[in-house]
């Protein structure tokens, strides 16, 4: 056959035969596009899939933001990633956690369970509240502070080891606090009494109320803790302050911006009831305004009391404070402030409403005394003066969150969704539409309790994702028995409708979370502590006049120095580890077999261990961590020798 | 302008236009397909994609199996879902862990903590070596088992509740066992004692062995666990016997199949060294085969001693017994049987060296008494005599699993991975490869411990996937501090090369884990307790003679019943509460302001929490699980009153 190429080269030219191969370039890429190709809605041809194979370190650079979700009953926090949605870490706090080291038989971690009043060793915990610490009220990647909702305790947590290094207790209280927030500039914290109490007599006299222990009426207020946390400073906590009132308080908020130097913060039970059904007793309970610089004028001015427990904390009472509230709809729990300062967001949680509060319009109404009168001394301002507005949205409203956009998002527990709002006033050039709207509804699986935006209760939110925090998972994984473990969804919020792109779970209880940028964080990490020039060498002493036995340890892969050392029975075990690793996740264990210790000893680290050597006999001791291919050969032994046995021939001597 | 419609049908039916056409739409084709489709490669379009958006209950619907991932110095179990990799929940057992209501201030936990000899409660714990409960070799689902290395303490947890429920202790020794194994029919487990132990003198006397405390020899061996685990026992577990003799023994196995009749483990000190270094002194060690019938009659004959602690468990010196053993290179860990029970795998862990033991070998060796010597009494098998193979895989070889197609694969701590190898003899049909070769090597990132295969341990292993649990992470994932999680990686083995499709992060420090498929176990979960026909009448009861204060207490959404109690400081307090709730994932709790109390009560659960009233003053108690909109609420009072304040009208009485 042969090719008559001079009439291809015509055709090839003819404008009919260009035209069809175009129109069969477009037939073929629309039947590719559409019929042939997989379904991308199915198949999950997104942003968001992974890789197929996948390469090392995937998870590591795609990730966005860190997430710190508050532990609840775990007593500390869970880490993880966003948009992996990977579990990445925990960071133990106000509960003995051995997986992490966390025990007290560490001086350092028994030091920040112990009741500095009574010496108790706390090993349970709740944690609530997470607030990251913050310049100009954006998040500064320096700490995270939690507090403890059983015991009033408040920790930070450096975000450099993302370890919990100091624990202050607040006075004068039996526990059941809740809300906590740090100011714009981590200079002061607000820690709130939820759990009304019947405190010292000095507070009841000073406060005027008489408490019966039985009848009431009980009276509680909020913790006012001082942070060396302006730029430069340690972030060193002390308690300054206690406000006390006739009502408790839940929600807490610093305020900044439009509503810088207030407290604001609500009660659900305005009604001072001292069971369940009559704390729904009336329609409305109060969002309250707590003019900081008043605190410190009263303070000033001497104002205050002291207690034999806390002779350093000044006690005040709400008559000596400039304060203001405002009604808000049945038993309100959700306070949270928008960007600016300007609007405060709170929910009736037993009712379907939304309330907005202005904070230029409650400045008015204080200014102009607009009040419509005042019950136990304290001014409510008139409603509609200081709303912007009042939205009725859904089922079980519970807290709010800020984008970059101008939205506000609310979890609704009953209705099982969030939704988002478009904010009023300066917020509407940003998104050009009609304000207190339902402009989407996020579907969540089931009953979110908190939910977060990265920097969604800052003067930045970073937007991007919102992450629902639900209370019910049922049917999400795969059933895992009667306990049922938490559920995070992300949703993608650079869109509208958002779009739902994973679920994760999470070990009991996560609490409201807060979500930070990687790159504030990663620079500061450390991977290993750094070692002095010069280490304790190993060696074991006998303290015969205290009963007390020390061991210098040197712990470095595979084994401990000494790696045998002996004891007379009953006395005090104090083994000083130095862990001579400087290499990264070289983590090593010591376990006591029989002994109840079992702690962790990260690279670099110099950690001390404390018991009694109170059964006699061998007992090895060995590393846990699988730390090198001769792990298991990382042991040694204590011996326990009775005490009428024992004599100085048994000590140990180097050999 | 006009048409020429005639002209235009002539040209579309000319061979060169339809040619065209055809190109065209070929070129379209083509061009989405290659040039403008997304990478396929990169956007990971595979079965193992994440649909976008996410439709609810996509990972509970498209997992194959569960994972039980022993969690070391956790003191429980991890479990998550293969191949979805979303953690799912944990089992505590042996320490205290307060997230999930695994606290000894409730009397069954506290009963699992207390060591039954001397009364100590132990809140922490090393599990190690699960083992499913199997019949005919097989999985079935019923349980799961567990050890303590640090108080060799064994744990049943039920895979219906996910709960642990039975906890026996090991007589006469001082903790620092390893290996564990429960055998096919669920009759009986091994435990042995890896840490060297100096045991009563009537055990010293039996084996004729004077162990000196400093200088040993010490001794060692391991326990049998007869659990009533045929089809229809209730899974009851006893201490049988101990085996005593010269050697710890680190892994262990009950056989089947070919091995059936036999309990095989192995020693990496076989040099009965005290410290690290000498445990390397010889360049073998060995692999022990215990006959069970033999264990058996020398306890029919008499054969045995009891101690005083133990009564009831007979100590059998390991010269009353029928035991062999075979060299294996330098300090041997990994021990695994192969699906019929006939090769035997293990690893010289300080060696290049993979020995593949064949049973069959072994007992025509055993037959014949083709022995190369003897140790301390025991024959050892001569080397060539019963070794299918001798494999040089790579550096620092840990465990071994096997999958459903003939292949074996070997975890690799130096190598940072894991080489897949067809297994010889009957298993050549299966895969029709030259056996005992590498065929395919696994990446991990980094230091393989163990590894698994669902079913890999098992006479009927399910393959498709392959977990890699790494020591090491380190980059991973987001950095998060000093203490750097784990590593699993998932790949898929139904393909050779095997791929890597996902890695995930999980707490300190899992071990062996076991995967089963989700049909095993999901018809069986429990959602809710159910609750009596009739249960405690809510009230509270006041016992002057033993200062015990019992407080029945109804638990529901969202009221305690009785929400105030009273009692005399100093006195007891048992709250035994009942959860009249029967819907799933309805979990309440139970948190003690400043009284170090937290714990949860799921669906339709009875539970009871004791301690001491010792503080004085109003303690509000409250549910701390987000139980519904009306969860704040749920609270109520313990108001303990000084002895000397208190009289009968302060008894608490219904209003």
């Known amino acids: 056959m042969t090719i008559d190429t001079q009439a291809v080269r015509k055709a090839i030219l003819t404008p009919v035969v260009i035209t069809s191969l175009i129109v069969g370039l477009l037939v073929g890429v629309i039947t590719f596009g559409i019929v042939l190709r997989p379904d991308v809605t199915s198949m999950g041809n997104s942003q968001y899939n992974r890789p197929y194979p996948m390469p090392h370190q995937y998870w590591a650079t795609t990730d966005e933001f860190y997430m710190f979700a508050s532990g609840g009953q775990q007593g500390g926090f869970y880490v993880y990633g966003i948009p992996s949605m990977k579990y990445l870490s925990e960071i133990p706090i ?93 200079e002061l914290a607000v820690l709130n009494i939820e ?9 009841q006299e000073h406060l005027g109320i008489e408490v019966d222990r039985i009848n009431g009426p009980y009276v509680a207020g909020f ?69 900081i610089a008043s605190i410190e004028k009263a303070i000033a001015d001497g104002k205050y009391v002291t207690t034999e427990q806390a002779p350093d904390v000044a006690v005040i009472s709400w008559k000596d404070v400039e304060v203001y509230m405002t009604k808000i709809p049945l038993n309100p729990h959700g306070l949270d402030i928008s960007p600016t300062g300007k609007y405060i967001l709170t929910s009736g949680k037993a009712t379907t409403l939304i309330v907005a509060v202005d904070m230029d319009m409650v400045l008015e109404a204080i200014e102009s005394s607009d009040f419509q009168g005042e019950e136990l001394e304290v001014p409510i301002l008139t409603t509609d003066s200081v709303r912007a507005a009042s939205m009725d949205l859904g089922l079980g409203p519970t807290h709010i969150e800020f984008d970059n956009n101008g939205f506000a998002y609310v979890g609704f527990f009953v209705d099982s969704d969030a939704k988002t709002v478009p904010l009023g006033g300066p917020y509407i050039e940003k998104h050009g539409m009609e304000p207190w709207k339902v402009v989407d509804v996020l579907p969540a699986h089931y009953s979110i309790g908190h939910i977060s935006i990265p920097g969604g209760d800052s003067a930045q939110p970073y937007g991007k994702y919102f992450i629902a925090m639900n209370k019910l998972a049922k049917d999400t994984f795969l059933p895992h028995g009667p306990l049922i473990t938490e559920s995070h969804e992300l949703f993608s919020i650079d869109e509208q ?39 304790e060498p190993p060696r074991v002493e006998y303290d015969y006049e205290n009963q007390v036995t020390d061991v210098y340890m040197d712990v470095v892969r595979s084994w401990f120095t000494p790696d045998m050392f002996t004891v007379p029975q009953g006395w005090q075990v104090n083994i000083h580890m130095t862990s001579q690793e400087q290499a990264m996740d070289i983590t090593h264990g010591l376990a006591v077999d029989n002994y109840n210790v079992n702690t962790s000893i990260d690279p670099g680290e110099i950690k001390t261990i404390e018991f009694i050597a109170d059964k006699d006999g061998v007992h090895w001791f060995y590393c846990m961590w ?30």
Chains 1, 2 share one sequence.
Request: hydrophobic residues 35%; aromatic residues 12%.
């Open 94 to 186: 106000f509960a003995t956690d051995q997986a992490w080291g966390w025990t007290p038989e560490n001086p350092e971690v028994r030091n920040m369970f112990t009741n500095p009043w009574t010496g108790e060793i706390v090993e349970r915990g709740d944690t609530h509240h997470p607030s990251m610490s913050r310049t100009d009220g954006v998040y500064d990647g320096r700490w995270i502070f939690i507090n403890d909702k059983m015991y009033g305790r408040v920790a930070r947590v450096g975000l450099d080891t993302f370890r919990a290094d100091e624990v202050v207790w607040m006075p004068n209280i039996t526990g059941g606090v809740h809300g906590f927030s740090v100011g714009p500039n981590t």
């Open 195 to 203: 759990h009304e109490q019947v405190p010292d007599q000095v507070i």
């Open 223 to 291: 913790n006012g803790i001082a942070i060396d946390g302006l730029p430069g400073g340690d972030g060193t906590m002390e308690v300054a302050w206690q406000v006390w009132g006739p009502w408790h308080h839940d929600m807490a908020r610093i305020g900044w911006g439009v509503s810088d130097g207030w407290i604001i913060n609500t009660s659900y039970n305005s009604e001072r009831a001292l069971s369940a059904v009559p704390m729904f007793g009336r329609e409305y309970d109060y969002l309250y305004f707590w003019n």
């Open 497 to 535: 409708p958002a779009v739902l792109i994973d679920q994760m779970a999470l070990g009991p209880e996560t609490h409201y979370s807060q979500g930070i940028p990687v790159s504030m964080i990663t620079p500061n990490v450390r991977g290993v502590y750094t070692l002095p020039a010069e280490t």
């Open 626 to 655: 699988f730390c090198s291919e001769l792990h298991m050969e990382m042991r040694g032994r204590m011996i326990v020798i009775p005490q009428d046995e024992w004599n100085a021939e048994y000590e140990w001597s180097p050999s």
